[in-house]
Protein backbone atom coordinates (compact mmCIF):
# COMPACT_ATOMS: atom_id res chain seq x y z
CA UNK A 1 0.00 0.00 0.00
CA UNK A 2 0.87 3.33 -0.89
CA UNK A 3 1.57 5.83 2.00
CA UNK A 4 -0.85 9.17 2.13
CA UNK A 5 1.34 12.38 1.08
CA UNK A 6 0.10 16.11 0.61
CA UNK A 7 2.09 18.04 -2.27
CA UNK A 8 1.92 21.76 -1.82
CA UNK A 9 2.99 23.06 -5.14
CA UNK A 10 4.03 21.36 -8.43
CA UNK A 11 7.42 22.57 -8.23
CA UNK A 12 9.59 19.94 -10.77
CA UNK A 13 7.83 18.55 -13.27
CA UNK A 14 10.71 15.12 -12.47
CA UNK A 15 9.98 14.94 -9.02
CA UNK A 16 6.08 15.62 -9.28
CA UNK A 17 6.36 11.95 -11.35
CA UNK A 18 7.96 10.74 -8.85
CA UNK A 19 5.97 11.78 -5.38
CA UNK A 20 2.84 10.79 -7.69
CA UNK A 21 4.15 7.54 -8.78
CA UNK A 22 5.58 6.34 -5.28
CA UNK A 23 2.95 7.76 -2.86
CA UNK A 24 -0.79 8.37 -2.88
CA UNK A 25 -0.66 12.09 -2.94
CA UNK A 26 -2.64 14.90 -3.13
CA UNK A 27 -2.37 17.68 -5.11
CA UNK A 28 -2.69 20.40 -2.36
CA UNK A 29 -3.04 23.29 -5.11
CA UNK A 30 -5.38 21.69 -7.42
CA UNK A 31 -7.96 21.37 -4.72
CA UNK A 32 -11.12 23.71 -5.26
CA UNK A 33 -11.38 23.95 -1.63
CA UNK A 34 -8.32 23.75 0.09
CA UNK A 35 -9.43 23.67 3.87
CA UNK A 36 -11.74 20.98 2.31
CA UNK A 37 -9.44 19.08 1.04
CA UNK A 38 -6.84 19.19 4.04
CA UNK A 39 -10.09 18.28 6.16
CA UNK A 40 -10.47 15.07 4.48
CA UNK A 41 -6.72 14.28 4.05
CA UNK A 42 -6.19 15.06 8.12
CA UNK A 43 -7.08 11.55 9.43
CA UNK A 44 -4.63 10.47 7.11
CA UNK A 45 -1.85 12.05 5.97
CA UNK A 46 1.74 12.11 7.79
CA UNK A 47 3.86 14.00 5.25
CA UNK A 48 3.88 16.81 3.70
CA UNK A 49 6.00 17.16 0.71
CA UNK A 50 6.85 20.97 0.13
CA UNK A 51 8.52 23.21 -2.93
CA UNK A 52 8.46 26.66 -3.75
CA UNK A 53 8.35 29.51 -1.37
CA UNK A 54 4.75 29.48 -0.41
CA UNK A 55 4.65 29.95 3.81
CA UNK A 56 4.45 26.53 5.51
CA UNK A 57 2.96 27.63 8.73
CA UNK A 58 1.45 26.56 12.24
CA UNK A 59 -2.25 26.89 10.75
CA UNK A 60 -1.35 24.41 7.85
CA UNK A 61 0.43 22.44 10.43
CA UNK A 62 -3.18 22.05 12.18
CA UNK A 63 -4.93 21.10 9.35
CA UNK A 64 -2.53 17.70 9.36
CA UNK A 65 -2.86 16.66 12.95
CA UNK A 66 -1.27 13.02 11.96
CA UNK A 67 1.53 15.27 10.37
CA UNK A 68 5.26 13.59 11.13
CA UNK A 69 7.82 15.14 8.35
CA UNK A 70 7.76 18.33 5.91
CA UNK A 71 10.03 17.22 2.89
CA UNK A 72 11.23 20.52 1.65
CA UNK A 73 12.24 20.65 -1.95
CA UNK A 74 15.32 23.19 -1.44
CA UNK A 75 17.90 23.99 1.05
CA UNK A 76 16.78 26.92 2.00
CA UNK A 77 13.54 26.69 4.81
CA UNK A 78 13.12 30.27 5.61
CA UNK A 79 9.54 29.61 4.34
CA UNK A 80 8.96 26.97 6.75
CA UNK A 81 7.92 27.80 10.33
CA UNK A 82 10.71 25.52 11.86
CA UNK A 83 9.59 26.39 15.56
CA UNK A 84 6.04 25.28 14.96
CA UNK A 85 7.38 22.16 13.55
CA UNK A 86 9.80 21.38 16.86
CA UNK A 87 6.81 22.32 19.22
CA UNK A 88 4.75 19.63 16.94
CA UNK A 89 7.28 17.63 16.87
CA UNK A 90 7.23 17.48 13.01
CA UNK A 91 10.47 16.47 11.24
CA UNK A 92 11.93 18.94 8.59
CA UNK A 93 14.33 18.32 6.01
CA UNK A 94 16.01 20.03 2.81
CA UNK A 95 18.42 19.06 0.22
CA UNK A 96 21.34 20.24 1.55
CA UNK A 97 24.76 19.48 -0.41
CA UNK A 98 23.54 18.32 -3.32
CA UNK A 99 23.36 21.82 -5.33
CA UNK A 100 26.45 23.70 -3.79
CA UNK A 101 28.09 23.49 -7.21
CA UNK A 102 25.50 24.77 -9.05
CA UNK A 103 24.72 27.59 -6.70
CA UNK A 104 28.05 28.13 -6.32
CA UNK A 105 28.59 28.07 -10.42
CA UNK A 106 25.94 30.88 -10.29
CA UNK A 107 27.64 33.08 -7.79
CA UNK A 108 30.95 32.69 -9.36
CA UNK A 109 28.68 34.03 -12.75
CA UNK A 110 27.03 36.90 -11.06
CA UNK A 111 30.80 38.21 -9.76
CA UNK A 112 32.25 37.63 -13.20
CA UNK A 113 29.29 39.40 -15.15
CA UNK A 114 28.62 42.03 -12.45
CA UNK A 115 32.48 43.36 -12.62
CA UNK A 116 33.01 42.22 -16.49
CA UNK A 117 29.65 43.61 -17.52
CA UNK A 118 29.23 41.34 -20.29
CA UNK A 119 25.71 40.51 -20.27
CA UNK A 120 25.63 44.84 -20.64
CA UNK A 121 28.02 44.39 -23.59
CA UNK A 122 26.21 41.83 -25.61
CA UNK A 123 23.29 44.17 -25.36
CA UNK A 124 25.19 46.36 -27.08
CA UNK A 125 26.28 44.56 -29.37
CA UNK A 126 22.72 43.41 -30.74
CA UNK A 127 21.60 47.04 -30.25
CA UNK A 128 23.79 48.15 -33.18
CA UNK A 129 25.94 50.14 -31.35
CA UNK A 130 29.59 48.46 -31.83
CA UNK A 131 29.67 49.95 -34.92
CA UNK A 132 28.06 52.96 -34.25
CA UNK A 133 29.61 53.97 -31.67
CA UNK A 134 32.93 52.01 -31.19
CA UNK A 135 34.37 49.42 -28.22
CA UNK A 136 32.07 48.88 -25.06
CA UNK A 137 33.63 50.67 -22.43
CA UNK A 138 36.21 48.51 -20.07
CA UNK A 139 35.39 46.20 -16.96
CA UNK A 140 36.93 45.47 -13.56
CA UNK A 141 39.50 42.08 -13.31
CA UNK A 142 38.13 40.07 -10.97
CA UNK A 143 41.79 38.44 -10.02
CA UNK A 144 43.70 39.80 -7.25
CA UNK A 145 40.60 41.25 -5.97
CA UNK A 146 38.84 40.24 -2.46
CA UNK A 147 35.90 38.17 -2.42
CA UNK A 148 34.20 38.63 1.10
CA UNK A 149 31.87 35.96 1.73
CA UNK A 150 28.81 36.71 4.19
CA UNK A 151 27.27 32.56 4.90
CA UNK A 152 30.73 30.80 4.43
CA UNK A 153 28.66 27.39 4.66
CA UNK A 154 28.13 24.23 2.26
CA UNK A 155 27.30 26.73 -0.44
CA UNK A 156 30.09 29.72 0.73
CA UNK A 157 32.90 27.16 0.77
CA UNK A 158 32.57 26.03 -3.14
CA UNK A 159 32.59 29.53 -4.03
CA UNK A 160 35.73 30.50 -2.07
CA UNK A 161 37.37 26.86 -3.97
CA UNK A 162 36.26 28.61 -7.68
CA UNK A 163 37.23 32.19 -6.16
CA UNK A 164 40.46 31.00 -5.54
CA UNK A 165 40.90 29.14 -8.52
CA UNK A 166 40.19 32.67 -10.56
CA UNK A 167 43.02 34.59 -8.23
CA UNK A 168 40.64 35.71 -5.77
CA UNK A 169 41.35 36.55 -2.52
CA UNK A 170 38.81 35.27 0.14
CA UNK A 171 37.56 36.54 3.84
CA UNK A 172 34.30 35.76 5.38
CA UNK A 173 31.71 36.52 8.24
CA UNK A 174 29.52 33.68 9.76
CA UNK A 175 28.04 34.00 13.45
CA UNK A 176 31.11 31.26 14.08
CA UNK A 177 34.65 31.48 13.21
CA UNK A 178 35.19 28.46 10.85
CA UNK A 179 38.75 26.58 11.28
CA UNK A 180 39.68 27.68 7.27
CA UNK A 181 42.72 29.37 5.57
CA UNK A 182 40.39 32.46 4.98
CA UNK A 183 40.60 36.07 7.15
CA UNK A 184 37.69 36.64 9.42
CA UNK A 185 35.62 39.41 10.04
CA UNK A 186 33.59 39.83 13.15
CA UNK A 187 30.53 41.94 11.47
CA UNK A 188 29.06 42.41 7.94
CA UNK A 189 29.72 45.89 7.43
CA UNK A 190 33.74 45.06 8.41
CA UNK A 191 33.90 42.52 5.79
CA UNK A 192 32.38 44.75 3.70
CA UNK A 193 34.70 47.46 4.25
CA UNK A 194 37.73 44.63 3.74
CA UNK A 195 36.49 43.29 0.64
CA UNK A 196 36.22 44.42 -3.02
CA UNK A 197 32.92 42.24 -3.47
CA UNK A 198 30.27 41.17 -0.74
CA UNK A 199 28.64 37.84 -1.66
CA UNK A 200 25.68 36.98 0.41
CA UNK A 201 24.89 33.49 0.57
CA UNK A 202 23.27 33.37 4.25
CA UNK A 203 20.04 31.93 4.56
CA UNK A 204 17.16 33.72 4.61
CA UNK A 205 14.50 34.67 7.79
CA UNK A 206 14.45 36.46 10.54
CA UNK A 207 17.74 36.25 11.77
CA UNK A 208 19.27 37.49 8.77
CA UNK A 209 16.52 40.07 7.94
CA UNK A 210 18.15 43.15 5.97
CA UNK A 211 21.90 41.93 7.59
CA UNK A 212 22.82 44.01 4.90
CA UNK A 213 21.92 47.43 5.11
CA UNK A 214 23.06 51.06 4.62
CA UNK A 215 25.66 50.70 6.81
CA UNK A 216 27.04 47.46 5.10
CA UNK A 217 26.81 49.35 1.67
CA UNK A 218 28.23 52.20 3.34
CA UNK A 219 31.59 50.37 4.37
CA UNK A 220 31.27 47.96 0.80
CA UNK A 221 31.82 51.24 -0.59
CA UNK A 222 32.03 53.28 -4.55
CA UNK A 223 34.30 50.86 -5.53
CA UNK A 224 32.47 47.88 -4.20
CA UNK A 225 29.89 45.69 -5.76
CA UNK A 226 27.48 43.06 -4.67
CA UNK A 227 26.30 39.71 -5.29
CA UNK A 228 23.21 38.22 -3.91
CA UNK A 229 22.46 34.46 -4.41
CA UNK A 230 20.97 33.80 -0.72
CA UNK A 231 17.67 35.58 -0.40
CA UNK A 232 16.16 38.56 -0.72
CA UNK A 233 15.41 39.01 2.63
CA UNK A 234 18.90 39.59 3.32
CA UNK A 235 19.43 42.63 1.81
CA UNK A 236 17.90 45.64 2.07
CA UNK A 237 16.77 45.70 -1.43
CA UNK A 238 15.29 49.74 -1.43
CA UNK A 239 18.42 51.09 -0.18
CA UNK A 240 20.27 49.02 -2.29
CA UNK A 241 18.26 50.29 -5.58
CA UNK A 242 18.80 53.77 -3.84
CA UNK A 243 22.10 53.23 -3.99
CA UNK A 244 22.91 51.68 -7.01
CA UNK A 245 20.86 54.68 -8.76
CA UNK A 246 23.24 57.08 -6.78
CA UNK A 247 26.65 55.00 -7.39
CA UNK A 248 27.40 54.92 -3.65
CA UNK A 249 28.25 50.83 -4.55
CA UNK A 250 29.92 50.16 -7.95
CA UNK A 251 27.33 47.71 -8.83
CA UNK A 252 25.17 44.42 -7.98
CA UNK A 253 24.42 40.47 -9.12
CA UNK A 254 21.17 39.74 -7.94
CA UNK A 255 19.68 35.98 -8.39
CA UNK A 256 17.25 36.49 -5.27
CA UNK A 257 14.68 39.26 -4.53
CA UNK A 258 12.49 40.22 -1.84
CA UNK A 259 9.22 39.81 -3.35
CA UNK A 260 9.44 37.00 -5.84
CA UNK A 261 8.86 37.00 -8.58
CA UNK A 262 7.92 40.69 -8.15
CA UNK A 263 11.17 42.77 -9.10
CA UNK A 264 11.32 46.38 -8.48
CA UNK A 265 11.25 47.65 -12.54
CA UNK A 266 13.64 50.44 -11.41
CA UNK A 267 16.13 47.83 -11.54
CA UNK A 268 15.70 47.12 -15.09
CA UNK A 269 16.83 50.72 -16.09
CA UNK A 270 20.10 50.05 -14.26
CA UNK A 271 23.37 50.02 -16.48
CA UNK A 272 25.61 48.39 -13.29
CA UNK A 273 23.09 45.71 -12.03
CA UNK A 274 23.12 41.63 -13.08
CA UNK A 275 19.59 40.07 -12.90
CA UNK A 276 18.59 36.35 -12.70
CA UNK A 277 15.38 34.96 -11.59
CA UNK A 278 16.45 32.53 -9.00
CA UNK A 279 18.45 29.96 -11.13
CA UNK A 280 20.88 29.21 -8.97
CA UNK A 281 20.16 25.45 -8.60
CA UNK A 282 18.42 25.61 -11.97
CA UNK A 283 20.00 22.92 -14.48
CA UNK A 284 18.59 19.74 -14.74
CA UNK A 285 20.76 17.50 -13.21
CA UNK A 286 20.95 19.48 -9.64
CA UNK A 287 17.36 19.65 -10.05
CA UNK A 288 16.80 15.88 -10.11
CA UNK A 289 19.39 15.38 -7.69
CA UNK A 290 17.31 17.80 -5.39
CA UNK A 291 13.84 16.30 -6.00
CA UNK A 292 15.75 12.50 -4.94
CA UNK A 293 16.71 13.43 -1.98
CA UNK A 294 13.17 14.80 -1.12
CA UNK A 295 11.61 12.06 -2.29
CA UNK A 296 14.42 9.74 -0.37
CA UNK A 297 13.71 11.54 3.10
CA UNK A 298 10.30 10.65 2.67
CA UNK A 299 10.88 7.17 2.40
CA UNK A 300 13.51 6.88 4.49
CA UNK A 301 10.77 8.11 7.16
CA UNK A 302 8.17 6.05 6.26
CA UNK A 303 10.63 3.14 6.77
CA UNK A 304 10.94 4.53 9.91
CA UNK A 305 14.36 4.89 9.33
CA UNK A 306 16.58 8.54 10.32
CA UNK A 307 16.00 10.78 7.37
CA UNK A 308 18.79 11.48 5.34
CA UNK A 309 19.12 15.55 5.83
CA UNK A 310 17.30 17.10 8.19
CA UNK A 311 17.46 20.94 9.51
CA UNK A 312 18.67 21.09 12.81
P1 LIG B 1 24.74 26.45 5.32
O1 LIG B 1 25.71 25.38 5.00
O2 LIG B 1 23.88 26.30 6.52
O3 LIG B 1 25.55 27.82 5.42
C1 LIG B 1 24.99 29.00 5.87
C2 LIG B 1 26.10 29.86 6.45
O4 LIG B 1 25.55 31.12 6.83
C3 LIG B 1 26.75 29.25 7.68
O5 LIG B 1 28.13 29.29 7.52
C4 LIG B 1 26.29 30.14 8.83
O6 LIG B 1 27.31 30.22 9.82
C5 LIG B 1 26.06 31.47 8.14
N1 LIG B 1 25.05 32.28 8.81
C6 LIG B 1 23.83 31.89 9.25
N2 LIG B 1 23.21 32.92 9.86
C7 LIG B 1 24.07 33.95 9.83
C8 LIG B 1 24.00 35.30 10.31
N3 LIG B 1 22.92 35.75 10.98
N4 LIG B 1 25.06 36.10 10.09
C9 LIG B 1 26.15 35.64 9.43
N5 LIG B 1 26.28 34.39 8.96
C10 LIG B 1 25.24 33.56 9.15
O7 LIG B 1 23.73 26.70 4.10
P2 LIG B 1 24.00 26.49 2.55
O8 LIG B 1 23.62 25.12 2.17
O9 LIG B 1 25.35 27.00 2.21
O10 LIG B 1 22.86 27.46 1.96
C11 LIG B 1 22.83 28.82 2.31
C12 LIG B 1 21.58 29.49 1.77
O11 LIG B 1 21.72 29.74 0.39
C13 LIG B 1 20.27 28.72 1.87
O12 LIG B 1 19.72 28.75 3.16
C14 LIG B 1 19.41 29.42 0.85
O13 LIG B 1 18.68 30.47 1.44
C15 LIG B 1 20.42 29.98 -0.14
N6 LIG B 1 20.31 29.32 -1.46
C16 LIG B 1 19.93 30.02 -2.55
C17 LIG B 1 19.83 29.39 -3.77
C18 LIG B 1 19.41 30.12 -5.01
O14 LIG B 1 18.82 29.49 -5.87
N7 LIG B 1 19.74 31.39 -5.14
C19 LIG B 1 20.10 28.03 -3.88
C20 LIG B 1 20.50 27.34 -2.75
C21 LIG B 1 20.62 28.01 -1.53
P3 LIG B 1 26.94 30.52 11.35
O15 LIG B 1 25.86 29.58 11.72
O16 LIG B 1 28.23 30.31 12.06
O17 LIG B 1 26.52 31.94 11.40
C1 LIG C 1 15.45 26.62 -5.37
C2 LIG C 1 16.81 27.52 -3.39
O1 LIG C 1 15.29 27.52 -6.42
O2 LIG C 1 17.55 25.50 -2.43
C3 LIG C 1 17.22 26.66 -2.25
O3 LIG C 1 17.22 27.18 -1.12
O4 LIG C 1 16.60 28.66 -3.27
C4 LIG C 1 16.75 26.95 -4.76
O5 LIG C 1 17.60 25.87 -4.92
C5 LIG C 1 14.19 26.63 -4.61
O6 LIG C 1 14.28 26.19 -3.32
C6 LIG C 1 13.16 25.81 -5.36
O7 LIG C 1 11.96 25.84 -4.69
Redesign the pocket.
Known amino acids: MKHEIVIT?P??KGTLERLVQEFSAIKLWEATDRAAALKEAAPRVRALAH???SKVDGHLMDALPKLEIIS???????QIDLDAAKQRGIIVT??AGV?NE??ADCAMALVLNTLRKFPQSGTYLRAGNWQTRGAYPLGTSIGGKTLGILGLGRIGEAIAKRAQAFGMNIRYHNRNQKNVPHAYDADAATLAANSDVLLVIT??GADTDKLVNARVLDALGPQGYLVNVA?GSVVDELVLLRYLQEKKIAGAGLD?FEHEPKVPPEFFALDNVVLTP?????TFE??KA?GDLQVENLHLHFAGKPVKTPVT
Not at 72 to 78: A, H, R, Y
Not at 278 to 282: K, L, W
Open positions: AGHSGHNFGVGVDNTLCVPGRVHVASATRM
